[in-house]
């Protein structure tokens, strides 16, 4: 077999909405898959679709303009297609996958649609706006036979993959606890009330925006734990939110997990405070703790602390590893993970499958009714 024979065939993406995520997302589609040692997957941008012909041009044009879009990246753009359309890139033959990153509140109806044309999706988190959607759109799949993946890509890093390895193995001893926080001070005040995290038709607010991250590090490292045995969803213990007065949806959310026989998670969002660089991520066992740090979504740094019987000590051996992603955000790695399952004929992701994104939905659906914040839903 020849070289070109053997290289995999492109996968061509169309992307939904022109802005700030598909910007990431498309970016990482550009990157060489060699620089993080795929060599069975190939991605190709083949449409964009916008609210204007214009904006999906100036989409294209972004990326052809960026200093890190290699030559051959820009000779592929020149061919993609601009759409002043959502449809248009889904009935488009020649484009083989939807990747949706339109505000919350529409992705429903975006992901409905692409099914319903007969294209594979990939949505970016939060799925949907309820679990009563999410189960609509599982439905289509199914009745389809087409795949359909939530957009968490922290779930495929490099980092929690090891991080997984470690907790699992027991070299820590038994889980205790966790903490997961993400929280940022984007100064809400200073924001037009139309800015997406303030408005409840955008599906504003701490939790569906900043949720899914300390919960994917929850169900990753206790969900996905040999000790749940059962693999029975957790108990939400309770939640708290702090509403927003100006718009109604949540300042901040906090809410506890349990896992029976495994530990309990407590999950922080926040859209009024800094949470720390150090910690992000704290995971504590028996015989000692596996902290994170830098960002939540893609942290590249982890440390293990070594306890003494008698406690924590200034004597207590501390490791320090480092997992960098090697090129892009890290966003390609769940763009691998959909190119394998389509290849295998596969509808859902055993890394990501629709049962665990109704459970994070059940989750997100009972703090918001029970709290009393604003949103569509």
Known sequence: MSEIEAKPKPLRWGIIATGNISIKFAKD????????DA?????RIGAVGSRSIE??????????????TSTECQSQLEACKTYGSYDEVYNDPDVDVIYIGTPHPM???????ALEAGKPVLCEKPFTMSLSELDGLI?????????????????FLPIMYRVQEIIHSGKLGKVRRLFADFSIDFR????????????????????????????????????????????????????????YARSGVDANTRWLLEWEDVGQALCVTDMTAHGTHHGCVIVTCEKGDLILDGSIARPSTYHIIMRGEDGPSADDVKETFEV????????????DEVYRCIKRGEIQSDRMPWEESRMVQGWFDHIRATSGASGTG
């Not at 904006?55 to 890190?68: M, N, Q, R, S, V």
């Not at 289509?140 to 779930?155: H, P, Q, S």
């Not at 749940?228 to 108990?235: D, G, L, Q, W």
Request: net charge neutral.
């Open 324 to 335: 960098p992603v090697p090129a892009g955000v890290g966003m390609c790695y769940e763009a």
């Open 139 to 155: 439905k289509i799949a199914k009745d389809k036979n087409v795949f359909l993946m939530e957009g968490v890509w922290t779930r």
């Open 107 to 113: 992705h429903y109806a975006n992901a409905k649609r």
């Open 29 to 36: 589609l550009l990157v060489d898959p060699a620089t993080r």
């Open 39 to 43: 060599t069975d997957v190939a991605h």
């Open 188 to 243: 809400p005040d200073e924001h037009p009330y139309s800015w997406r995290m303030i408005d409840p038709a955008l599906g504003g607010g701490s939790l569906l925006d900043m949720g899914p991250y300390p919960a994917v590090w929850a169900t990753m490292l206790l969900h996905h734990h040999p000790d749940n045995t059962s693999k029975k969803p957790p108990t939400l213990v309770f939640s708290h939110q702090t509403i």
């Open 55 to 68: 904006g999906a041009k100036a989409f294209i044009h972004k990326l052809e303009t960026d200093p890190g």
